[in-house]
Each structure stands twice: as C-alpha cells, then as structure tokens.
C-alpha cells in the first residue's frame, strides 16, 4: 500500500503544520501517537490530493482518445465497460462488479441531404438517435419557429424546426427548451403530414458543427427521419423562405433501429466503516453519442467517479457510510442504465447519489432535488465546499431513484461553453482544461465525503 | 434619379446644420446659390450614407444565399459575374465589362479518411485546393510539429502537421507560418518519401471544423494527395503517437486538376471630372472557396466595392479622379484575376489600389505597401478617417501591380474572429454582423473618396 503510506506521511506532516491551540498542551509524558483524524480534518487533505491529481487526466486520455466514442451498444463501450472494471478492481474497491442492462440497438449509417433549389449544394445532416432512416425522400421544405407554426402547410413536406437556444448563464436553462424540438420534432411534424424533419443544432455557438441527441417517437404519429442540421444552414433556409423563394431537398439516412443488445452498468464500493448499509451513491454515465470523444459529456463525469473512489480509498481512515460508485451505460438514448439501476436497488438504503455529467469547468453550484428536508442537510454538509445550493436538478441517470425519495444531487459547473460542443464532433479532449478538470473533482470528491460522514 | 436627389436633400440640411462661421457674413444680396461642395466636405456625407446603407446587407445576402460558395471554375461564379455586372450596370457606372481569364478547372470531389488503428473511426478531411486524388492510400502516421522533423522515417508515411496557428492581435500576422504547412507541406514530405499529407486546419478556434486552402506542388517533388483535418483530430493522433502508440489511415479522394477554363474580372468605372486618366481602384475578389458562402471572404469585400461606386455615384460632384472598381476572378486558387489584371492593366496611371478582403469586422487599420514617398501620401489623405495607417500590406489580388509601383491599401479590420470562419463551411452570412459590414464600407468608401479627390 505505498500509495496509502505516502497520504499518512502527508497527513501527519500536515497536522504538525496545524497553528498551535489556543491553551498549550502539556508536554507528553511518553512518545506521541497522532490521533485518528474526523472526516472534516481530512477534507482538505482530500480536495488538496484532488486538485493535484495526473491520473484525472491520463484516464480521461486513455477514455477518449484509445477508446473514443460509445454508443451503448458498440464495441467501444464494451471495451470502455471493461476498462473501468480493470480500473476499479486495480484500484483496489469492493465489490467491483456488472450488471447487464438491455439497450437499443440503433446505428446510424450514413446521412446526406441536398439542396435542389434554389442553389444545388450539400445540406450536412446528423441523424437524431433513434431516428428511422430513408433510402431518399425529396420534397419542398417548410421552416418553422414553434410548434404552434406547424399546420395544414406542412403535409407533404420536410419541416425544419430553426428555434434558435436562448442565451444567458447558466446556459442550461436554455436547453430544455429548445431541445423538445429535436426531442419531439418529428412526431409534432408527422401528425400534420410532413414526411421528415430537421432540427436545428442545439447550441449558441456553432462553426459548422452538428449535434445530435435523442429523438423520441410519439404512438400515434407516422415515423418519419429526423436529422440536426447545423445553425448556419438552419438560418440560411430560413432567411430564403421567409423572402418568398421555394425551397426543395433530398434526404437520404441509413439510421436503424435493430432490436437490443445487451450492455452493463458498471458498480464498486467502498464499503463503510460504521453504517455500511447506508449507500451514498456517486454516478455519471459511461457511454457517450458516437461522434467526437465523449469528452465533456460524460467522459469528464465518469473520471470523477473514478478518482473520487480512488482519492476516497487513500485516505487514513474509510467514510462511515458505504460509497457506491456507479458508471451508467446508454445515458444518451434514454437512461436505460439508470432505469435499470433504480428498479434493482432503488429499494437499497441510499442517503445520496451524487452525478457529474455537466463536464469540465469551474465549479458553480450543487443543484439538489429530494424530499422537504433533504436539501436543507445537503446545505449544511457542503458549507465546507463554498459552493451554493439551488433547488432542482440532480442528473438524468439519477433521476429514476427520486421515486425511492433518494435526495439527488448534481454538480453544475460553469456551462457557458458546454453546449459548444455537447453531443458533437467537437466534444475532444483538448476542450477539457485539466486544471478545470481537478477542480471538478475536488468539489464531487469533498461532497461524496462529506455526505459519507456527516451526521 | 430619386436617390440622387434625396441625396442632395441631405446634403443641404447638412450644410445649414454646420455651426456659423466666426465672422458673420453679409446676408446675401439675391437668391442664395449653394456653392459647391468640397470632396472633404462631402465625406462626413459619404460616410453617413453607408453608415445607414441597408443595400449593403441585402446585395451580401443575395450573393451568399441565392448564389453561395463560387469556387472560379463553377456555374455558381458565372452567376456571381452576371449578377455583378448586372448590378454595376444598373447602378449607373461608366465601362461596365468582363474581362476573361483563364483558371484552373480543379475538382473537389469526395474525401473520407478512416483511422484503422488504434480506434477505428472516421476523420474527416477535406481536400487542399489544387491537391491529386487517390483511389485509395493506407500507411502508418507520422505526427511533425514543423518541417525541421522531416526525415528519413516518413518514407511511405501520411504525414501529418500539426503546427498550431499563433494566438495574439492581429490574428493575421499568425497566418503566414502555419498556412505554409499547408502550402507546401504536401512536396517537402513527398521529398522524403510521403505517400500523402493531412494539415491541421489553420485557425485558432475550431468546433470540428475543416478549413481548406490553396496548396503547391513543386516540381521537384511527386505530387502526393493534401487534406485538412480539424485542430481535433490534428492533436488526438499527436497524443497517440507521442505515446508511441502506432496509427494506421487510409485516405480516399477524388479531387483532380482538369486543365483550364474562363471565368471574369469584373470592371466598372466612375470617371474622374479633372484627371480621368488617374485611376484609383477598388478591388476585392468575386470567387471563394466552395464550402460555406464565401461570407466573409470575400463576399463582404465585394459589397463594400459595390456600395463604395453607388455611394459615390450618389454624391453630387464626381470625383477628380477615376474610380474603378474590380472584382477580381480566382484569387483563391492563385491570384488569377489579380495577375491577369495587372498584366494588361498595370501600365496605367493606378494613383492607389485598395483592397477589402479581410471580413466584416470593425475596421482597425489601413496596411499600406508601396514606394518610399507614397504611405506619407496616404497618412495624410487617410487623416480624416481617424485610423493609423501602418507599413505593409495591401491585399492579395492588388499585389500584382507592385511590380508597377502603384501604392497598395488594405483595409485591416479586427481580425479577431476572422480566421474561425476564413476557407471553412462557417464562412455563412450569420456570422456578418450588419452594423460592422457597413462601418467597413465606410472606411473603405471613405478612403477611395479622399484618394481620389486629393491633390
């Protein structure tokens, strides 16, 4: 155990570094013997281990630039599957284990659009995850900003949603909205007969960049493709209909729904020393859309979990509480991973799941959703963090355990910039800062520890 | 003519608006006749004028929307020049005409990369203009940081560099040393036996964006294929190989020279009322990449050349000297129109030449080249515009003519955000802001009225 040597030595030279009490001690009669530290006394021992952190980043390269993108039901995340097993069992936790979870198996093949009029060019499209394909499907198009816009006009035709996000920090209290159109988009359109859509790119700030995400179909509306176009071509067709000229395009997707597979949720733990049925979970999702690295989204999150465990084990003394943590798989089309989770152990004694999925920047606050009481606690446990705590939020693979009253809580950083590269190509880790990486961590870190011990 | 007498309209409320002078005047005898107008006079008029020009913005979008990207060889450049004369033609100037010149019949085609090891994925790229095709390469990478590391190991390599654009105001004196990998990376790693070249994308700021380029073969080399890739990939297989981990790609691409075709300068003039035989012109190129709409480069520059002769038109007094304005063919692919221009033109009395080729951004500077007494000359007719004129520069297509000693202007606005756009699909109108568009026309408008008026 050199790693755990090395941390007692850093503790105690660090305890003698303490400022001296108030009343002088009387000298010891015989050779000291250092106190068990409190959990409070190991916090800074803790976030100081985590801002100091190489491995955050190195396991975050090996994540996204050896194993890259992973979609649930590829390779990849087999691959990705087995290196976090390896990588928890190395580490030395508890009960490293995998459960089998069902997903979809969707591919997306490839997707093309043209534009016939009134310039003939190339129309890049990204098809949305779980979208049907079409060997090619040509026909006017009708851009719309609203659902409400969608009408008789619209049957026959390919409908392009181009609701711009909104703008403002936090940043994410723009996307909900603006994501029901990819969301709901194609079934809003097929019931008024259109026969494909194209959603505008969710973010603020594009060149060229298409994001996808997951679409959803409706039980009663004809399924028809759905696609992200970028921002730039969004407002492009936009500006052309609205002077008056007719537009036409060609779609052609090869994306298919094939059945499932199956996938696995990856759990271990550090077992508590005193109330070991008592679970503070620590999640983020392992799988990631299958363009860029999943970086940000959630290849960040999925390190934090990692080092949390690993910084958490080397400390001198373990949480009262048991630590279980947990790397979600198929997050992006429809948190089967953390369905599967809440329907196995929602029934499990959980005082708190923990999720990191905004991605790698500053600290920002700690959103908490649970019972009238909970969050009050959760206050009071972080005030040693600095960090405020605003009601709502928690993560969608969490989310499923608020029927089992579990309070969630979820780290929100800085997002101005993650919707730049969400569910893109550009979600590569140079877009990951490693200091803002650690920082992170030494906020999920400290919280995790904190709720293990706290009263 | 109802613009032309709205103008007047303004200019006589304008000039009843100037405070009184110091000693008062006797009141006039008869009828006032307002005296003519000075050039200097006129400029605040000028100025205003394109300060408010809402054709600005209509003319950029109708070029970028309805007839896009305009590489030299295509249909959609044949449009640009009809629409050009057209335009030219109904605004009323002198010697509206076309003049032919040969470009370069290159064909972009497809391009598509796969990366076989370690991941296997796609990596985009996009094809350097004037670059071969290939069936098909497949070799190991080799990642270069600069030409220096070209050696013996990157025989039967694709060659990759990754030479990262420089940050720092101006953006532009960055340009130069990262896009010469691009210009001639492809023959100095054929020299040591490269199968092929993959060239980090010359900006500062991607969200997986490829930026193509013009590219050179030399003729001691054999001519190997030539792609972008994106500032993502360029760094994910730089980590890899740094961490001695192998890589393998195939490249397929179908771009091919095939021979020479015509296109057209566009030329139109405002005759000088004292020196016709003086010409100032103002240029800026009618062609651009065949990715995005050619928005900023230089659809932006054509607009203000277009809107500099209409605002001109307008005033009511022409200029002393001719003004001629050009819209060059093919600077992109080698300065074509610029040389074809120069050698028929260049014997003639050119006072200056100005060129708008660096966006629609706040203007910043004048960059002046020419003969050692000619930028005193342009600082003090340059004066009344407020900006500093500084030692170099000029522009592209205007560069040609230095060779005859003619003093070349370039307008040099901030140039902070033009590269994250400059030869990519995200060169699209959305990324004009409208106010800025016009506050580049006028300084630029300005300029070649003082030029062309001063003594």
Same sequence: chains 1, 2.
């Avoid at 976030?47 to 952190?53: F, G, K, Y």
């Avoid at 329907?343 to 004694?349: Q, V």
Wanted: one cysteine or more; proline letters at 8%.
């Amino acid at each position: 155990m050199p790693v755990r040597e090395r941390t007692l030595a850093t503790l105690v030279a660090l305890t003698f570094a303490l400022p001296p009490p108030l009343l002088a001690a009387p000298p010891p009669a015989t050779e000291p013997v250092a106190p068990t530290p409190s959990p409070a006394q190991l916090l800074p021992q803790l976030q100081q281990a985590a801002r100091s952190s190489t491995l955050a980043w190195e396991r975050l390269a090996y994540l996204t630039d050896r194993i890259g993108a992973r979609l649930a039901n590829t390779p990849a995340m087999a691959k990705a599957v087995q290196w976090a097993v390896a990588t928890l069992t190395a580490d030395g936790h508890d009960n490293v284990r995998t459960e089998p979870v069902m997903v979809p198996d969707w591919r997306r093949g490839r997707a093309g659009a043209r534009l016939l009029a009134p310039v003939e060019r190339e129309i890049p499209i990204l098809a949305l995850g779980g979208s049907v394909g079409t060997p090619g499907v040509e026909a006017p198009v009708v851009v719309v900003r609203s659902f409400a816009e969608l009408g008789p006009q619209v049957a026959g035709t390919i409908v392009e949603f181009n609701v711009p996000m909104g703008e403002g920090v936090p940043t994410i209290q723009h996307y909900g909205a603006a994501a029901a159109y990819r969301t709901g988009g194609a079934s809003a359109a097929a019931r008024h007969g259109a026969v494909a859509v194209l959603v505008r790119s969710v973010t603020t700030r594009s060149l060229a960049t298409l994001h996808t995400g997951l679409m959803v179909y409706a039980d009663d509306a004809p399924r028809i493709p759905a696609a992200a176009i970028t921002t730039e071509d969004a407002d492009t067709l936009d500006r052309l209909a609205r002077a008056g000229v007719s537009l036409r395009l060609r779609v052609e997707m090869d994306a298919a729904d094939h059945g499932t597979v199956e996938s696995h949720n990856v759990l271990a733990e550090i077992r508590g020393r005193q109330r070991p049925e008592e679970i503070v979970l620590v999640g983020a999702h392992l799988d990631s859309w299958d363009v860029g690295q999943g970086a940000h989204d959630d290849g960040v999150g999925v390190v934090h979990v990692l080092e949390t465990m690993r910084l958490i084990r080397a400390l001198p003394v373990p949480p009262r509480r048991t630590i279980r943590a947990i790397l979600f798989t198929c997050e992006e089309q429809g948190v089967y991973g953390g369905r599967a989770y809440a329907a196995t152990h929602g029934g499990e004694r959980h005082v708190a799941a923990l999720e990191s999925d905004l991605g790698a920047f500053r600290p920002r606050a700690w959103g908490a959703s649970g019972s009238r009481e909970q969050p009050g606690w959760l206050v009071d446990a972080a005030r040693p963090l600095g960090l405020p705590v605003f009601a709502g939020g928690g993560g969608a693979d969490i989310a499923p355990l608020a029927a089992h009253g579990v309070l969630l809580v979820g780290l929100y950083p800085d997002d101005t910039h993650y919707f730049d590269v969400h569910h893109s190509p550009a979600d590569t880790l140079d877009k990951v800062d490693p200091q803002e990486l650690t920082e992170g961590l030494a906020a999920f870190a400290g919280l995790a520890w904190l709720l293990a011990n706290t009263d």
